[in-house]
């Protein structure tokens, strides 16, 4: 599995989508965006790639 890096800048459009996230997950984030000057969105966004792009076939549907 890769290291999980947060890149500085994302050129790709993005969608608005309202999602539920557990307080607790929001507090980490919210931490690692001011240690790292960096949108919750943007971190959240990186989150989600970085599992996808590391998904075990053995999780996916074909």
Same mark, same amino acid.
């Given at each position: 599995?890769?290291?999980? #890096? ?9 969608? /608005?989508?309202?999602? *539920?996230?557990? $307080?607790?997950? =929001? #507090? ?9 000057? /960096?949108?919750?969105? *943007?971190?959240? $966004?990186?989150? =989600? ?14």
């Amino acid at each position: 599995m890769n290291d999980f #890096k947060l890149p500085k800048d994302s050129d790709e459009k993005s969608v /608005l989508k309202t999602i *539920r996230l557990k $307080n607790s997950t =929001l #507090k980490r984030i919210e931490l690692l965006s001011k240690t790292n000057n /960096l949108s919750v969105n *943007r971190i959240i $966004n990186e989150c =989600l790639e970085y599992a996808l792009n590391n998904l075990s076939n053995d999780n996916t549907d074909k």
